[in-house]
């Protein structure tokens, strides 16, 4: 399975981003997927994940202001974000785990002060 994530870019802080991520096949059996991001020098970090297929689980530090969802009709995965912080400034990465871990291509998010 191929992963294709969009919807990164340039946006002020408290403004509001969605990322995509397309899959190439359906991941209507895939019950752990969802988003992490890297900045430089870092490891990456697991931002927001599905647990069972349809629970969220979220990193502290984004409670309250991001949400992961899927269609699984359109064999996409979401990420809405808002209330964006100059700290959620990183490459976003689509993920999922069969056996072993699968990636997308990043795409970036910048949040300006």
């Known amino acids: 399975v191929q992963l294709q994530a969009s919807g990164g870019g340039l946006v002020q802080a408290g403004g509001s981003l969605t990322l995509s991520c397309v899959a190439s096949r359906s991941i209507s059996n895939i019950m752990i997927m969802g988003w992490y991001r890297q900045t430089p020098g870092n490891e990456r970090e697991m931002v927001a994940r599905f647990i069972g297929g349809v629970t969220p689980l979220y990193v502290d530090s984004v409670k309250g202001r991001f949400t992961l969802s899927r269609d699984n009709a359109k064999n996409t995965v979401y990420l809405q974000m808002n209330s964006l912080k100059p700290e959620d400034t990183a490459v976003y990465y689509c993920?999922?785990?069969?056996?072993?871990?699968?990636w997308g291509q990043g795409t970036l998010v910048t949040v300006s002060s």
């Open positions: 993920w999922y785990f069969d056996y072993r871990d699968y």
